[in-house]
């Protein structure tokens, strides 16, 4: 039997843009979807090109696997999941999105990652980069799949891709021409299993990458900085913990650039349409990046000066009855809320919980070095949080059982003054489809106050 066909497993956003390109380029596709729940025409409707496709839910027929060739995974699905695990054996090279999109881009690459700070870093490097290029595509984890826009690549296109530890499980030849890691803290690690193992896939990123390409790397934190000493890739390094000799730092609310020993003052932070320390190195790191691509600084610092915040990132909403209210529902994990408190200047009330991936909550907690003045639970989290929090002398939450009751009880608490915060620490699977969904209904409760 002819091994001639090509799975794709996974039928969301990035399994359909997979799917499609593939046919595009003449492949004999298989589609697959464990979740025998799934709607069969309605997984054909969001497929571009329908034809000739094999769509499987629930289980893959053996005679199918026979004639397979690759198998493409789609980024949450686990590598070492029994049916990934099961393909492997039977000899199918496994690849996912990403490598297969890069497989077809005939133009250079740039890819960000990074525990937190990537969607940020990611659009702002977009906008300098189309600022200044004619062909530039923001793509990758961004929400955006890389294999839809790839099919519009030329040799003078640029890709600028948000890469998350789980698309990078899964790379063999992709070779950015600047990445950047811009910090690695707990996360994922219901699925990675163990720090080492998130560290080893967020590093993956500059794997295939030589000393004619370039990582932009942060200096602050110490596995980057022991990381670059074994990377082949020329770094490039930023700081928000000092002075660096070479590299970009902050200082004095500026960002400088340094070159042996002499630093330049290239903006100052409240030039900037965005707030906090995190943004300032997300900052940075896009600085870098566009700087070492070739980009003129005078260009690159107009963009920066333009870029509104990301959607749902630090976000503020709106001001009522002189409380101001700021939707991070992308705060999805403990470094990244504590991010959000660190944003705040203003007595907090927080609304915090989620979905449990396995998380500690004790640096968050330490974080709100009295400026949380309410903690509001919600989720599958709230009990465990709650614990830590007494652990760690805080005994201002409260429990709510639906988010609107959590964002009433925000409101009722709140005085002239304070600020309201949707920073869960947390991921919104459960009681949402996604952060996004969170966050656009916080927005919705908060303007029709």
């Not at 890819?111 to 062909?135: E, F, P, Q, V």
């Not at 980009?295 to 990301?310: G, H, Q, T």
């Amino acid at each position: 039997m002819d091994r001639n066909k090509i799975l794709v497993v996974g039928t969301g956003l990035s399994g359909i843009s997979a799917c499609d390109l593939l046919k595009e380029k003449g492949e004999a596709c298989v589609l697959f979807d464990s979740n025998d729940k799934l709607d069969k025409q309605a997984v054909f409707d969001k497929l571009a090109k329908k034809e000739g496709v094999e769509l499987y839910l629930g289980t893959l027929p053996d005679e199918v696997k026979k004639e397979l060739k690759l198998a493409v995974l789609s980024p949450g699905v686990p590598v070492d999941s029994a049916f990934v695990i099961d393909l492997k054996e039977a000899g199918i090279p496994i690849i996912g999105e990403v490598e297969l999109a890069y497989k077809y881009d005939r133009g250079t690459v740039i890819a960000i990652t990074g525990t937190n700070g990537k969607t940020t870093t990611t659009a702002l490097t977009g906008k300098i980069m189309s600022d200044h290029y004619d062909k530039v595509f923001v793509v990758g984890n961004i929400g955006n799949p890389y294999t839809g826009e790839v099919k519009k690549s030329d040799e003078s296109s640029i890709s600028v891709a948000e890469i998350s530890s789980f698309q990078l499980e899964t790379i063999v030849d992709f070779k950015p021409f600047v990445s950047a890691i811009l910090n690695i803290t707990p996360d994922h690690l219901n699925r990675h299993h163990t720090i080492e193992k998130y560290i080893e896939a967020k590093e993956a990123i500059c794997l295939n990458q030589t000393a004619d390409e370039y990582v932009v790397l942060n200096y602050a934190d110490e596995e980057l900085r022991e990381f670059a000493k074994r990377t082949a890739a020329s770094v490039v390094f930023f700081s928000s913990a000092g002075k660096l000799d070479d590299g970009f730092f902050f200082e004095d609310g500026a960002i400088y650039k340094a070159v042996s020993g002499k630093a330049e003052r290239l903006i100052e932070a409240d030039e900037m349409n965005i707030i906090g320390m995190h943004n300032m190195e997300n900052a940075m790191a896009a600085i870098a990046i566009a700087d070492v691509y070739g980009v003129p600084m005078e260009d690159i610092l107009k963009s920066v000066r333009e870029f509104k915040a990301v959607e749902h990132r630090i976000e503020f909403v709106a001001e009522k009855n002189g409380v101001r209210y700021y939707n991070d529902s992308k705060g999805t994990n403990v470094d990244a809320a504590i991010k959000g408190i660190k944003a705040m200047n203003r007595p907090t009330l927080l609304i915090g919980g989620g979905y449990d991936k396995g998380s500690e909550y004790d640096e968050w907690i330490e974080a709100f070095d009295g400026k949380v003045k309410k903690l509001v639970l919600i989720g599958a989290t709230r009990n465990a949080i709650a614990e830590c929090a007494k652990k760690h002398g805080f005994n201002d939450y409260v429990f709510a059982d639906s988010f609107k009751e959590a964002f009433d009880i925000c409101v009722s608490s709140a005085e002239n003054g304070d600020c309201v915060l949707l920073s869960p620490a947390c991921a919104s699977w459960g009681m949402f489809e996604n952060y996004e969904q969170r966050g656009n209904i916080f927005k919705e409760y908060v303007n029709s106050l």
